[in-house]
């Protein structure tokens, strides 16, 4: 699907239960086409920036650079890549080629353009990560990788790693760093006073979310602003990584975001946003690792 975080940003929700799979996917998928500008202009994802250092990271992949250890050599792809920032990063850590996945037409076009501008090489193909193995034509890799706001928009994390299992070689990592699902479940609107809203586990039926806002860039509304998101438990992603087959190798959880989630959040030296009062009492991000069996 895309990359955003699952921060539930819109002003109010309700279930779905009269609309299909083709109609929130429909939905999801116009309002990715129109973040695609606004992500890559003014005050978005910093383009202008990676292509003018070649040694410069997009945030993200900064802060999960210890975790994911050396790449030199290996073959990755990136699930869910949008605008192909985090890819690029990737591939400047020392991997030895990258491939990119999105349902976005309007992001696939960008990840091109983004390679080639900065005179690199990368595979891009668009499509649902749920054919992910015959849209890479049955390509293995050492490492798969998906980062912050990649799982909200399915409605089976068991079905998804049960694709980033099959698109690994035998003793291939999978890198799964998203928002914790504690943290999806918290009412935007709460002040220090946090508040649960949404549910926790998977459900069957999306939380449908209306904001003619998106995180990043020059605030240009969203011309279609509804949106259709998925919970899963941290004991569900387990459940779903060993029913897939793997290994789980480790299981963290991060008590800082790289957007500011609630209002109340601030900023610290690392540009991480941080509950300002006793952020221990809510995990916002966790990384889960998985290896397959050679």
């Not at 699907?1 to 109010?12: K, L, Q, T």
């Not at 591939?91 to 030895?96: F, H, N, P, T």
């Not at 998106?214 to 969203?222: I, K, M």
């Amino acid at each position: 699907m895309a990359h955003e975080p699952g921060c539930r940003i819109g002003h109010w929700y309700r279930f779905s239960p009269a609309m299909s799979w083709e109609r929130w996917r429909a939905d999801n998928l116009a309002g990715w086409e129109d973040r695609v500008p606004i992500h890559a202009g003014p005050g978005g994802y910093d383009v202008a920036g990676l292509l003018a250092d070649p040694k410069r990271l997009s945030a993200t992949v900064r802060h999960d650079r210890e975790s994911l250890g050396s790449l030199a050599g290996l073959d990755l792809v990136h699930l869910q890549c949008h605008l192909g920032t985090d890819t690029l990063s990737l591939l400047r850590l020392g991997a030895a080629s990258v491939s990119g996945l999105d349902f976005s037409p309007r992001a696939i076009a960008h990840c091109r353009s983004l390679f080639e501008r900065a005179g690199v090489a990368g595979r891009f193909v668009e499509g649902d990560v749920f054919d992910a193995e015959r849209l890479l034509g049955g390509a293995r890799f050492d490492l798969v990788y998906a980062s912050i706001g990649a799982i909200n928009w399915i409605p089976s994390i068991g079905r998804w790693l049960a694709v980033a299992a099959g698109l690994l070689k035998p003793g291939g990592r999978l890198y799964l760093r998203d928002v914790h699902p504690m943290a999806m479940a918290i009412d935007p609107g709460s002040d220090l006073e946090l508040r649960l809203r949404f549910p926790y586990g998977e459900q069957p039926l999306p939380v449908t979310l209306h904001d003619d806002q998106t995180y990043s860039g020059d605030g240009t509304p969203l011309a279609n602003s509804t949106s259709h998101e998925w919970s899963h438990s941290l004991g569900e992603i387990v459940e779903g990584a060993l029913a897939a087959g793997l290994v789980v190798s480790g299981l963290a959880e991060h008590y800082y975001t790289e957007w500011r989630m609630l209002e109340s959040m601030v900023k610290d030296a690392d540009d991480r946003w941080l509950l300002p009062e006793a952020p221990e009492r809510l995990p916002l991000l966790f990384t889960l690792q998985a290896t397959k069996p050679g």
